[in-house]
């Protein structure tokens, strides 16, 4: 019934796990076949109140409670069962904890709100989503009244909009930095070491190192493209039929193209050195290889011509070029970035004393609110809490953030068994951080296992998915990789049945667009 893999995840013990299981490997069924064998083992057996399993939504709570429902029913059935442990499970199933990490963050505040001196009237009012948006531009407006009384910033309102009247797209900046703030353990550390990010600078050479290194990469991946879109001409000139070209045409662009490959490469070596001066003189070289386009030349070269010249002629449109003009771009950020962060603080201060007026708390509060008081009198409600619990699940880990993170691993000893998949990571918007994920699957302390077959889809596809994902994740500076580990298998040969090719992809029109039509 099970694959080696699916073994490995349901038996693992003695240490924490860590399971990479893509769609249609069957996480949900081993996720529960291992709770049920934990649960009912002759040998050490956990009862299900000293197990915490967190999902990601409420309807993944309850539908793996209903399958732990019925495959404990199941078990009952059997002769050579232990009934009375399994009716012991199946009265415990009801109020096991097993829910969103939001639900279990919004448990441990109920129990410990006096640790932090919470108002207990604030956890019974969760504010709605309507509400903490009124609240958060309220927040806003006034801090940016505040602000503007003592500081000028009519330069920051006109690189947000055209009238100073129209605050919103500032607006929404604000609270885009309000909550990356938030999403960290500390908002003020937070704050404090973006700007350092930013300074007054003569060269190039003093720009932050973290800011440096965002720089050169960006660069590195528009190199990249138009190397790519390089590579592409010089291979398409062997297609081309030279019976329709005057004598050396082709050989001659062919060359061109070489040379500018030739360009680009040391381009590519001199930012990945960050030897900035170096690349500027080698792309300015680009402009002395001629080539013209003929109107015999094929469809497909002329599409990959024209993109690589819209790409060229945009590269060369932006600063990359001129030193002077990137210190002095830099050297006007620095007070602006000040100022929006500056407005973002207040803004932050002000959302939180509104919440406190009507005695509210929001989505995100949950999180920062357990994580203080796990984290109290030297982590004692946390060590406490360790001892209550044995196993602890965590799933869709792909979309865990910092801070969910370390709320796991503050009450956790060695005993987490997290399953994810880094592609289908969704939630960037929430800060998830599927690098926290990864880092852990690269970590040989965690047992890692993968359970690399899919049972759900026909063979084309499966192939189909790993095409594509190994292309959109293996680029130049991408923030993850699509190694042998991500790929997935059939994993049967009823899947490997195929009908001619059967993917096919539609386009369709601007988001926009397509709404209104």
Request: hydrophobic share 35%; glycine share 2%.
């Amino acid at each position: 019934m099970w694959n080696i893999d699916q073994l490995k995840a349901i038996q693992a013990s003695g240490r924490s796990v860590m399971v990479s299981a893509s769609a249609g490997a069957g996480k949900t069924t081993v996720l529960v076949e291992r709770l049920i064998q934990i649960c009912t083992r002759k040998d050490n057996p956990i009862d299900l109140d000293r197990i915490i399993a967190m999902t990601f939504t409420d309807a993944a709570a309850a539908e793996m409670k209903k399958r732990l429902s019925v495959s404990l029913s199941e078990q009952l059935q059997k002769e050579d069962s232990d009934k009375n442990r399994i009716q012991k499970q199946l009265v415990l199933l009801s109020t096991a904890q097993i829910s969103t990490i939001h639900s279990f963050c919004l448990s441990i505040i109920k129990k410990y709100y006096d640790v932090i001196n919470l108002n207990p009237k604030m956890i019974e009012n969760n504010l709605d989503d309507a509400t903490v948006s009124n609240l958060k531009s309220k927040a806003f407006k006034e801090a940016f009244l505040e602000y503007s009384k003592s500081n000028d910033t009519l330069e920051l309102t006109n690189n947000f909009s055209t009238s100073i009247f129209n605050l919103d797209s500032l607006e929404k900046s604000v609270l885009n930095i309000v909550n990356e703030a938030n999403s960290s353990f500390n908002a003020d550390i937070w704050y404090e070491t973006t700007l350092s990010n930013y300074k007054i600078i003569k060269t190039i050479e003093e720009v932050n190192d973290n800011v440096k290194s965002s720089f050169f990469n960006s660069i590195i991946h528009e190199i990249s493209i138009l190397k790519d879109y390089c590579d592409k001409l010089i291979d398409q000139f062997e297609q081309e039929n030279s019976n329709d070209f005057k004598a050396d045409y082709l050989n001659k662009g062919k060359a061109t193209f070489i040379k500018r490959q030739s360009i680009l490469i040391d381009c590519l070596i001199a930012l990945k050195n960050q030897q900035y001066q170096d690349f500027t003189d080698m792309f300015i070289k680009l402009k002395d290889t001629k080539f013209s386009k003929n109107a015999k030349l094929s469809e497909i070269f002329v599409l990959i011509y024209d993109a690589y010249k819209k790409h060229y002629d945009s590269l060369n449109k932006t600063p990359y070029l001129s030193e002077s003009l990137l210190v002095e771009t830099n050297n006007l950020l620095y007070p602006l970035i000040k100022q929006l962060l500056d407005i973002a603080k207040l803004t932050s201060a002000n959302f939180k004393n509104l919440k406190k007026e009507i005695c509210g708390f929001d989505f995100d509060d949950m999180e920062h609110f357990a994580y203080d008081i796990l984290t109290s009198n030297n982590n004692m409600i946390a060590n406490q809490i360790k001892e209550e619990y044995d196993e602890i699940y965590v799933d869709e880990f792909q979309d865990t953030n910092d801070i969910q993170n370390e709320i796991v691993n503050l009450i956790s000893r060695n005993n987490v068994f997290r399953v994810g998949d880094v592609k289908q990571s969704i939630y960037r918007f929430r800060k998830a951080k599927p690098q926290i994920m990864r880092g852990i699957m690269n970590d040989e302390s965690y047992e890692r296992i993968s359970l690399k077959h899919n049972y759900r889809s026909q063979e084309y596809i499966v192939d189909f998915t790993n095409f594509v994902f190994e292309r959109l994740m293996n680029v130049n500076n991408f923030s993850d990789t699509y190694t042998e580990i991500d790929h997935v298998h059939t994993g049967s040969d009823k899947q490997k049945i195929r009908k001619g090719n059967l993917i096919k992809f539609y386009s369709l029109p601007d988001i926009k667009d397509f709404g209104e039509s």
